[in-house]
């Protein structure tokens, strides 16, 4: 099961034209996108306001993760407020796998911006630079600009989900609309039920599930059910899970 380190910005100061903050806009698409994350089988740890930076880097950095995924909106220089629109998405230098997520990043949301959106390596942002997971930094919009503040305020739902689509695309599984979570049981024979880290008999067996266990169901796809179970989420047999 891959798993992100979720970096929304922690930049209360930096205020949005239409009112709020970039700290607030970016916390709260990162609320909408985790029902996706989960029904998609994509496990994660987030940062919190009170958060900087440099302590949203050190978490991210004791942890074993697959891609560190910053959200920011970004700001025009001094003499060009307002003026400037676009979308950016960074990655470090020479980094395969960094330049290969924000390139599918970027994509998704070519098809729902209305604006120019490129992909850029930068070695100058730290978020960028310093994670030991591949990482990608999110500049979505410019919150200086009415229009693209407004383009965030109002559709945060569809960047939501589309950015969790193109994640799902980069790690090889597929994107599962959320539906509301249910409890489900295991019944088997009563042997265990494997829990993979894939939607596939060939997928890595993450843990082995016992007959009779609860487990929380987020999402289903093609006869296999996106489960939680003892803190680890992945996809197991849709026929061997009931929901009473």
Do not use: C
């Amino acid at each position: 099961m891959p798993t992100i380190y979720l970096s929304p910005s922690t930049q209360e100061a930096n205020e949005y034209v239409t009112g709020g903050s970039e700290e607030y806009y970016m916390n709260l698409l990162a609320d909408k996108m985790e029902p996706y994350l989960r029904s998609s089988g994509i496990g994660f740890t987030r940062n919190t306001p009170e958060m900087t930076a440099v302590t949203s880097i050190r978490a991210s950095n004791a942890g074993d993760y697959d891609l560190h995924l910053a959200l920011h909106s970004n700001a025009a220089p001094e003499g060009q407020y307002g003026t400037v629109r676009g979308s950016d998405v960074y990655y470090y230098p020479g980094s395969i796998r960094g330049q290969r997520a924000a390139e599918e990043i970027a994509e998704g949301l070519r098809a729902i911006y209305p604006g120019t959106v490129r992909t850029l390596p930068t070695t100058a942002l730290g978020e960028v630079r310093q994670p030991k997971a591949p990482s990608v930094f999110i500049e979505l919009a410019y919150h200086d600009n009415v229009e693209d503040a407004n383009w965030i305020t109002e559709n945060l739902d569809a960047i939501a989900a589309n950015i969790v689509e193109s994640l799902t695309r980069y790690f090889g599984i597929p994107f599962i609309t959320p539906v509301p979570i249910q409890a489900g049981v295991v019944i088997t024979d009563g042997g265990r039920l494997n829990l993979r880290a894939k939607p596939s008999l060939d997928a890595e067996i993450l843990l082995r599930i016992p007959n009779g266990a609860s487990v929380i169901v987020f999402g289903s796809w093609q006869g296999w059910d996106v489960v939680q179970y003892g803190g680890v989420i992945g996809y197991a047999d849709s026929r061997y899970i009931v929901i009473p």
